[in-house]
């Protein structure tokens, strides 16, 4: 469908305006927050994070699909354009892979200030085994033009956003999307996805923020040009403000974070804690790049000392840490930070943008403890 632009439709509470600067929330985040809900945190847990527990991001409604009459569409600049039925598609190559996806703003509501979107505290993350075929070996089938430069994928959902009328659609390299790690995936956690996470079809871009891995897929393009849609040239954008073009968004930054320790407050989600050892215990990532570090700090990043590592569940996907700690009566701020295999470190402070996109700022627990 034909992409449209649509002025002065829609007026936000938050006016002109898109950032807000205090602890009090817009309806429209609060309506946003409900339907996408995050990962508990208690829940990183889980080598694999149960399908009820991990991270949804929807932009606009969630389909109704149904299976025997969805189709593929692989075409573009290749020889072989094909329609491919959801059999078609399972009776190639399988493949299953634990992938840690996040969502580029994870984090946001730490900054300040904040820019009006999806409030995420830190639960935008999850863990899950997908089972789909690779890509690249469908590519190859399709016969993909060699002035193609980049692929195309469009998802079964439309909407309004920044004043332009869409299909959700995103593009990769050609490059990108021939990495063998690239999937087109039918089932998460060995069930067929639920309507949510994109049934009956959807993309997994391993590395990459979530935004990447295109859900309800109809429609895979090979295209001469860069594709300049609202997904990728407006927004997932590294701006300073709102006239910035900024850099792209692309490959998750390393990030660990801690299981809350002891139990919470309700509304404050304060940890309470009983004085004597405790066993800090969490996950941490970086996308496509390896973690060689955990840190944890008891005195508000004053000093750091080294956690215990566990292998990781996979080669995109989270590694656990743990390290004891000698909880003394008082509060005290609990931080946890990781670095990647390339030396890239979590800041201490916010690596601030316009649109709150890659906050990997150090966790920071509040604990009281008597
Ligand atoms: N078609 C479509 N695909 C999409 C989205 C969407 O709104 N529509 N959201 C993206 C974003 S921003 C993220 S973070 C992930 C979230 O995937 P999940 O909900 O399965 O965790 O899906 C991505 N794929
Ligand atoms: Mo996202």
């Known amino acids: ?11 936000a509470v938050g006016g002109g305006d898109r950032m807000a600067s205090t602890d009090m929330f817009h309806r429209e985040e609060v309506q946003l927050a409900s339907r996408n809900r995050g990962m508990p945190l208690e829940a ?3 080598n694999i994070t149960p399908a009820g527990m991990h991270y949804l991001l929807i932009h606009f409604d969630i389909p109704y699909l149904d299976a025997d009459t969805w189709n593929l569409e692989v075409g573009g600049l290749v020889a072989n354009p094909v329609s491919l039925s959801l059999d078609d598609i399972k009776s190639r190559q399988s493949v299953t892979m634990p992938v840690t996806m996040e969502c580029a703003g994870n984090g946001r509501t730490l900054l300040e200030p904040r820019s009006i979107s999806q409030p995420w505290g830190l639960e935008a993350i999850g863990t899950a085994e997908w089972t789909g075929t690779p890509l690249g070996p469908m590519l190859e089938d399709a016969g993909v033009d060699p002035s193609a430069v980049e692929i195309l994928f469009t998802g079964q959902d439309r909407g309004v956003q920044g ?32 309507p949510q996470h994109g ?15 295109v859900k309800w897929l109809t429609k895979i393009e090979a ?14 954008r590294y701006k300073q403000d709102a006239d910035d073009p ?13 299981i809350p320790p002891g ?15 405790v066993a800090l215990e969490g996950r ?13 700090s008891a005195n508000n990043g004053e000093s750091w000392d080294d956690a215990s590592l566990e292998e990781p569940v996979g080669k995109y996907a989270w590694r656990a840490w743990s390290r004891d700690w000698d909880a003394t009566p008082g509060n005290h701020i609990l931080s946890v930070r990781a670095t990647d295999s390339k030396g890239n470190i979590q800041p201490t402070d916010q690596p601030w943008n316009y649109q709150g996109m890659g906050n990997n700022m150090v966790h920071r627990v509040n604990v009281v403890v008597r």
């Open 199 to 213: 049934f009956p079809m959807r993309l997994i871009v391993p590395g990459w923020y979530g935004m990447t891995s």
């Open 1 to 11: 469908m034909i992409n449209e632009r649509v002025e002065g439709l829609f007026h």
């Open 284 to 296: 941490a990532w970086a996308g496509r790049l390896g973690v060689d570090r955990v840190e944890v």
């Open 163 to 194: 004043n332009e009328i869409q299909d959700y659609q995103r593009s990769l390299t050609l490059e990108d999307a021939s990495r063998d790690e690239v999937m087109l995936v039918y089932e998460m956690n060995g069930q067929p996805l639920q």
């Open 263 to 277: 139990i919470p407050d309700f509304l404050t989600r304060t940890r309470l804690l009983d004085a004597g050892p």
């Open 44 to 46: 990183l847990k889980y």
């Open 223 to 236: 295209i001469s040009e860069h594709f300049d849609g609202f997904q990728m040239d407006q927004t997932y």
């Open 246 to 258: 900024g850099e792209p968004v692309d490959l998750i930054r390393v990030r660990a974070l801690m």
